[in-house]
């Protein structure tokens, strides 16, 4: 169980948007396919925040849960914004957690070095005790898959976890991403890669992100209702 002070530890999601661009958070290795170095994305993580909003059956839900006897009062939430995952989906947990007035809390899941294995190193990662108890898993394998969200209630009773996509967005992605990637005509390698992350940035600023977004919110909403429903 998470206690209440390991818990208070995190970021609130102004603090975390205040760190992305601090010499802390930018001397911290990023993903290999930003080239390691890390860039301040603060302000398109703001653009995206400002862009999100709840539906209006979605505010209506998470507050109606909250209200709940046993019903959602905390999210933990751990990040990297290097994540386009994390990017988009955080945002969108912030925008749930105010609905709903919820304590929201960000961790980061890495320490000074990407990490890579199945598991998080306690020597390198200060929350790997948070990552470790929440790993993606697969086929009898484990993976640091981010975002993490994990609604609890008051007295930090879990109530569901969500771990690094919607299943809408999965199944797209899973499909979206290789043909992206395949090399077209006489493309290089290097040049197939290239025109990848500019067409992967453009996805992002168009009208699919913010719909699964949507479909983050909607799973979480969804399995908090069964949650409360069959608690009964």
Not at 64 to 83: D, R
Not at 162 to 189: F, N, S, W
Request: glycine share 6%; charged share 30%.
């Amino acid at each position: 169980m998470v206690t209440p002070a390991r818990f208070a530890a995190g970021m609130t999601f102004s603090q975390y948007l205040d760190y992305i661009g601090t010499p802390e958070n930018l001397a911290r290795e990023s993903g290999w396919w930003l080239g390691r170095e890390r860039k301040d994305l603060s302000g398109i993580i703001r653009i995206w925040y400002d862009r999100l909003r709840l539906a209006p059956a979605q505010a209506e839900a998470i507050r109606w849960l909250a209200a709940q006897p046993g019903g959602p009062a905390k999210i933990l939430v751990i990040s990297e914004e290097w994540s386009s995952d994390c990017r988009r989906d955080v945002c969108v947990l912030a925008r749930l957690a105010e609905a709903g007035s919820l304590e929201l809390r960000i961790f980061n899941r890495d320490g000074a070095r990407f990490g890579e294995g199945p598991r998080a190193d306690p020597a390198e990662s200060p929350n790997a005790d948070l990552m470790n108890a929440f790993l993606f898993e697969r086929d009898g394998k484990t993976f640091q898959s981010i975002p993490v969200a994990v609604v609890y209630t008051h007295d930090f009773v879990e109530l569901h976890r969500h771990i690094e996509r919607p299943a809408l967005y999965r199944r797209h992605r899973d499909r979206i991403v290789p043909a992206m990637q395949a090399p077209r005509g006489d493309e290089t390698k290097e040049e197939a890669w290239a025109r990848f992350m500019r067409d992967w940035r453009a996805l992002q600023e168009g009208p699919f992100f913010p719909i699964w977004a949507s479909a983050t919110a909607d799973e979480i909403l969804a399995a908090l209702y069964e949650r409360l429903l069959l608690a009964r």
